[in-house]
Each structure stands twice: as C-alpha cells, then as structure tokens.
C-alpha cells in the first residue's frame, strides 16, 4: 500500500518541476541544477526583459521565458564579512529602484558553505505582477548572483522548482 502511494504520489508530480541538468559557471566551478523544461533564453529576449548595462550574462527559462534561472559573476568584490552590510544597501534601494516592492524575506543565508544575500520580493512590471528571489554572495573577489523570477501568476507551478534549483547550489 505504501508502495503504491509513494507511486501516485510521484506520477501527480508535474514534469516541469522535475530537476534535470546540472548547469555550471565558471568551468564548473559553480553548479546547480535546473529544472529539465528550461533551456538558454535567446539574447533579444533578455534584452527585453532585463532592460540595463546590469542585465545578468546567462539565463535559462521555460518556453515562454515567464520563469527564468538569470546568473552571473559580476566585477563587485562583497568579501564573506561585508554580505551582511551589501545585503541592507541592496535592502535600502531597491525600493527607490524597483516599482511596487514587498519584501517577503530579506536576510543572510548559508547555502554552499557560504554566506549569502537572500532578498525574496514581489514587484510590478510594466504589464505583470513579478515573484522574485535574489541571491548573492562573494566569488573569487566578485560578486556572484542568481535570480530565480517568474510572473506572480506562474510561480505557484514552479515554485518547488525554483526553491530546489536555488537548494542545489553548489561551489567547488
């Protein structure tokens, strides 16, 4: 009976929140798993959706590219013991910068060994409500950030997505 549940309980399990490719950075020596449905955003898309000189190097994302994974090693040194004094500057503008900011959780994690920013928000885009979860922490004198985002309306589908793929981060 037991048997049977955990099999029921696996085939209700959507395929989109399944993880299936490890995705590396820096010649593997950052890691983490995504989930099998997203593929590399094309550039005139990221263009879009990441209007700035700041928009991130790489992003995965489903079809649509509503939910995407963006990452990126930025030139700003944050040593380990300055993530706490990054993560309240970023806390201080953000809402100067991003409309519609409410903040979920905004606090310094241990994830990979390491300290981390975790800033989970929600915020107003042009044409949609936007669920957002940022992620930084120091990398070899820079700045190494995620960026888990997708449409308010998507994000319960892929939340467990998300969170697993943010959990699977790894450093070497």
């Known amino acids: 009976m037991k048997k049977k549940l955990t099999l029921l309980a696996l085939a209700l399990i959507p395929t989109a929140c399944l993880l299936g490719k490890t995705i590396s950075l820096d010649g593997g020596s950052v890691a983490f798993d995504a989930p099998d ?11 879009i959706k990441y209007p700035s000189s700041r928009a991130p190097k790489y992003v995965i994302g489903n079809k649509s590219a509503a ?4 990452y990126d090693i930025k030139p700003h040194s944050i040593p380990q013991h300055k993530i706490e004094e990054a993560r309240k500057s970023f806390r201080d503008l953000f809402p100067r910068i991003i409309p519609g900011l409410q903040w979920k959780e905004n606090k310094v994690i241990t994830l990979a060994g ?12 042009i044409d949609t409500n936007i669920y957002n979860i940022m992620l930084f ?14 449409i308010r309306e998507e994000f319960p589908k892929y939340e467990k997505a998300l969170r697993d793929s943010l959990n699977s981060i ?3």
Request: net charge negative; no cysteine.
């Open 114 to 125: 390491q300290k981390w920013g975790y800033m989970e928000m929600t915020s107003t885009a």
């Open 67 to 70: 939910t995407t994974i963006a």
């Open 137 to 150: 922490t120091g990398y070899k004198g820079k700045m190494l950030v995620f960026n888990f985002n997708s």
């Open 37 to 47: 449905e997203f593929t590399p955003v094309p550039q005139e898309i990221i263009d």
């Open 170 to 172: 790894e450093i070497k």
